[in-house]
């Protein structure tokens, strides 16, 4: 499974963005991850086959996940970004339950970076 990733950007605090990830096959779990510099990644937000989805306390409430299935595509839309989420981004899935289900997803885009000042 090939992942791209776009919709990446600057904005101002207070802004939005919506990025946007394109899998090549099947996926059963799709998901945003974010690392900033120094900084262990983190887990953003997820998606499974079933359309249930999850969110980091940091991002409640201001994110959120969908997924075009038709499109293969799944989309984080960010609103009211704060200076703590300028982060590179990445996109990852899996094809495989059991990776979805122990968070290890094998699959990861190139990344996208967003920044916030």
């Known amino acids: 499974v090939q992942l791209v990733e776009s919709g990446g950007g600057s904005v101002q605090a207070g802004g939005s963005l919506r990025l946007s990830c394109t899998a090549s096959?099947?996926?059963?779990?799709m998901g945003w991850f974010r690392q900033a510099p120094g900084k262990q990644r983190e887990r953003v937000a997820r998606?499974?086959?079933?359309?249930?989805?999850g969110y980091a306390d940091s991002v409640k409430g201001r994110f959120t996940v969908s997924k075009d299935n038709a499109k293969n595509t799944l989309y984080l839309q960010m609103n009211s970004l704060k200076l703590e989420d300028t982060a590179m981004y990445y996109c990852?899935?899996?094809?495989?339950?059991?990776?979805?289900?122990?968070?290890?997803?094998?699959?990861w885009g190139q990344g996208t970076q967003v920044t916030v000042s």
């Open positions: 990852a899935a899996d094809s495989s339950a059991f990776y979805c289900v122990n968070n290890e997803l094998r699959y």
């Open positions: 096959g099947y996926t059963y779990c």
């Open positions: 998606i499974s086959v079933d359309g249930r989805s």
